[in-house]
């Protein structure tokens, strides 16, 4: 049995950014050798009247200097929807590099953070990214008692 620790690759692909109205980019995610990614985005303190949404954007070249919007990845975060969390999944894009776009205008929107989900990998098990994951475990039916 395989779970998400080993049959998914995490990457930490935002820090935290504070208040803004600036447009947030991800770093560039790597989709050979996966055939899914999904994005997690987690907001914090979102100002009253803050125009957000989330959307990805994908291309050919590993710096994304041809980066294009993704048709539907567009989803809208309501000004009082803090400390909630955005989700979007691409299946078989088709370009190799994603990065999610956190765009803020009006208002303040606090981002807690951007994680990329990697799955549906041709090779197990995978591995995390070293610089953005400390540690990942996998427990099947556990017994109770000291960690």
Same mark, same amino acid.
């Given at each position: 049995?395989?779970? =998400? +620790?080993?049959?998914? &690759?995490?990457?930490?692909?935002?820090?935290?950014?504070?208040?803004?109205?600036?447009?947030?980019?991800?770093?560039?995610? $790597?989709?050979?050798?996966?055939?899914?990614?999904?994005? =997690?985005?987690?907001?914090?303190?979102?100002?009253?009247?803050?125009?957000?949404?989330?959307?990805?954007?994908?291309?050919?070249?590993? $710096?994304?200097?041809?980066?294009?919007?993704?048709?539907?990845?567009?989803?809208?975060?309501? $000004?009082?929807?803090?400390?909630?969390? #955005?989700?979007?999944? @691409?299946?078989? !894009?088709?370009?190799?590099? =994603?990065?999610?776009?956190?765009?803020?205008?009006?208002?303040?929107? @606090?981002?807690?953070?951007?994680?990329?989900?990697?799955?549906?990998? &041709?090779? =197990?098990? @995978?591995?995390?990214?070293?610089? +953005?994951? #400390?540690?990942?475990?996998?427990? @099947?039916? !556990?017994?109770?008692? +000291?960690?």
């Amino acid at each position: 049995m395989r779970g =998400l +620790t080993e049959s998914g &690759k995490l990457t930490r692909v935002s820090n935290a950014v504070a208040a803004g109205t600036s447009d947030v980019n991800s770093a560039v995610v $790597d989709t050979q050798g996966f055939a899914s990614c999904t994005f =997690l985005v987690a907001f914090g303190a979102i100002t009253a009247g803050a125009v957000t949404s989330c959307k990805v954007q994908q291309g050919a070249a590993s $710096d994304l200097s041809d980066a294009a919007d993704l048709a539907g990845t567009a989803v809208t975060v309501a $000004d009082d929807d803090d400390n909630q969390l #955005v989700a979007i999944e @691409v299946v078989e !894009p088709r370009e190799r590099y =994603l990065r999610c776009v956190v765009d803020r205008g009006t208002q303040n929107a @606090v981002i807690d953070g951007v994680v990329a989900i990697q799955t549906r990998a &041709k090779r =197990l098990p @995978v591995t995390h990214d070293a610089t +953005t994951v #400390v540690g990942s475990e996998l427990h @099947v039916s !556990p017994a109770e008692g +000291t960690p």
